[in-house]
């Protein structure tokens, strides 16, 4: 997972708050602005998925994940801190069939979490807690029991997903003819947006192993 640094809440989401601190019983998610909240959070993630790192288009292609679920930690339903951009898409009319997204946020569902239990992509140390592979496959760390949960509960290493991140990898860098410098130039870029905010899909995949690479090209020369 890529880390996420969270700004402050959107202005909508702001003025809701005050305009019913009073008559707090409109104070629910169903309530929300969401639009207003998904579009400062695509800003925010690059218009990637907090899990995958998939690429999210428009608002219409996402859904408001709520990290601590809301079950768990009900005071947090409405807090910008607990909320992330995550596909699949929850907008009708957008809606994909739940058997393409057998990853990510929808299999987390309502798992219970806690620091010994998940690593969030809000955690500074988060991109540090996962190594990804030229195969596409993921791994925690060694002995980081936290990140290999992680995975578990998000099926981050699912066929479908391991499959997307390889064929990216490939095309961005094993199949790319790159030199040693130019990899590892790309294992920075890749991390960075695009003139339009975008950053591209599975960009710390591909950094990884860019890295990786670069490393392997000049041990061999």
């Given at each position: ?10 202005e ?14 409109n104070?629910?998610y169903?309530?929300m ?20 790192m998939q ?7 996402c ?5 601590k679920p ?8 409405i ?12 907008t ?16 987390k569902w ?11 992509p809000?955690?500074?140390?988060v ?13 925690s ?26 064929a990216?990898?490939?095309v ?5 003819g790159?030199?040693?410098n130019?990899?590892?130039?790309l294992?920075?870029?890749?991390m960075?947006?695009?003139s ?20 392997r090209i000049r041990?061999?020369?």
């Open positions: 997972m890529r880390r996420i640094i969270k700004g402050q809440e959107p909508a989401l702001r003025c809701w708050k005050d305009e019913n601190a009073e008559v707090p019983q104070l629910t169903e309530n602005p969401k639009p207003a909240v998904k579009a400062q959070m695509l800003v925010e993630q690059g218009h990637l998925c907090g899990y995958t690429r999210i288009q428009t608002v219409d292609d859904h408001i994940e709520h990290i809301q079950r768990q930690a009900p005071d947090l339903i807090d910008y801190n607990n909320l992330l951009a995550c596909v699949p898409s929850d009708p009319g957008h809606r994909p069939p739940m058997s393409n997204f057998p990853y990510g946020a929808k299999k309502g798992t219970q979490i806690d620091q010994n239990t998940f690593v969030s809000l955690q500074a140390d991109e540090s807690r996962f190594r990804y592979l030229p195969n596409g496959s993921i791994e760390t060694a002995g980081d029991s936290a990140a290999e949960n992680t995975i578990k509960t998000l099926a981050l290493d699912h066929g479908q997903l391991t499959d997307l991140r390889k990216a990898i490939e961005r860098v094993l199949d790319a790159l030199s040693a130019e990899a590892r130039a294992s920075q870029t890749v960075a947006a695009d339009t905010g975008r950053i591209p899909e599975f960009c710390l995949a591909i950094s990884q192993v860019a890295a990786w690479y670069a490393d041990g061999e020369n």
